[in-house]
């Protein structure tokens, strides 16, 4: 068994702009934050990228060997650098996910993982609150409840995640536990970075709007924008989730417009379901802390302060790592299923009765445990 107490857990995120593997140490018992450890990155090279791109909408039992390759080589590549890791948790590579169809698929194997570091692994966080009615994601909200005591927030506050998705998580850091009623609400917006990345890979080979740069030579189409919003997703109560590809054809709305106008465009877009979403948060967020790659955005980030009633920042402001986030959240998650606490719930993804989610592999051979 695990010892009791504060453990040393290593996190570990493959997140859907496919850029590469984000891995952070944290120390934990599962519902505090106690200290951050060193972090890590590893990335995808061009033709990895096209292989996990190739992979993308593939489920269990369909061919993904290859895209397996690289996801359990580039894990255990970074993963094996670091000292000191008690547990980990391995998120996986979302490949698909249809929480009311299929599933959801997270490719990865975390025994095999388990073997090659000698560490217990915690894997597959997300079927289990799948199974039992809810939509799988986010996952990070019960983490930013823990950040938001980390921080000393007095009042409810926002963390807006800008990934390949969007989502934002609502909390209240006066309650005293992520499961209690009123302690929060999570969602997925909207696409962000996907489509710009799409966009970009496709007309220029290049892998994202550096800096916004080329957002901002553009303006925003404001016939596409609307076409867009009219979407019935923005308009479905949360909480709720999406596949990366859900909004694919947001580039045919752009498909007319040249380079720069259909990047605004799309940049637009992307800040634009957020201010919807804003209309499901119990009250005014008294700031908004922003985490993932589009806080790097400044077009999309000025986009952002224009719309929202309330101040919208980086999460460094507070002195979070917002490169790192989401592999933390899941060294903190691994921590709670070990000790059997819940890791999602009614408000976060929908699921009928709160959950603790992953699947434990141990090492045949192994150190701390």
Known sequence: ??????????????????????????????????????????????????????????????????????????????????????????????????????????????????????????????????????????????????????????????????????????????????????????????????????LMMARRGQAFDRDGALARQGRVEEGALELFLDEGYFRRMPPKSLDRDAFADMIGLVGELGDADAVATLTGMSAAVVLQAMEHCPSLPERMLVTGGGRHNPVLMEMLRAALDCPVMPVEQVGLDGDMLEAQAFAHLAVRVLRGLPTSGPSTTGVRASVSGGVLSRPATRGAA
């Open 1 to 198: 068994m695990m010892k009791a107490g504060p453990v040393w857990a290593l996190g570990a995120m493959s997140g859907t702009s496919l850029d590469g593997v984000d891995a952070a140490l944290l120390r934990t018992d599962g519902e505090r934050i106690l200290e951050f450890g060193e972090s890590g990155y590893q990335g995808y090279s061009e033709a990895e990228q096209a292989v996990l791109r190739a992979a993308l909408g593939r489920w269990q039992g369909e061919d993904v060997a290859d895209a397996l390759a690289v996801v359990q080589g580039a894990h255990i590549d970074l993963l094996s650098r670091f000292e000191g890791a008690e547990l980990v948790g391995f998120h996986g590579q979302t490949l698909a996910h249809e929480p009311r169809g299929r599933g959801t698929h997270q490719l990865g194997d975390g025994s095999a993982l388990a073997e090659a570091l000698g560490v217990p692994v915690i894997w597959d966080f997300r079927s289990a609150d799948v199974e039992l009615g809810g939509e799988g994601a986010p996952l990070a909200p019960f983490f930013h409840f823990a950040c938001a005591k980390w921080i000393g927030a007095e009042r409810p506050l926002g963390f807006l995640n800008l990934g390949g998705v969007g989502n934002l998580t609502w909390v209240d850091p006066m309650k005293e536990r992520p499961e209690e009623e009123g302690a929060l609400l999570a969602f997925d917006t909207g696409p962000a970075n996907a489509p710009i990345n799409d």
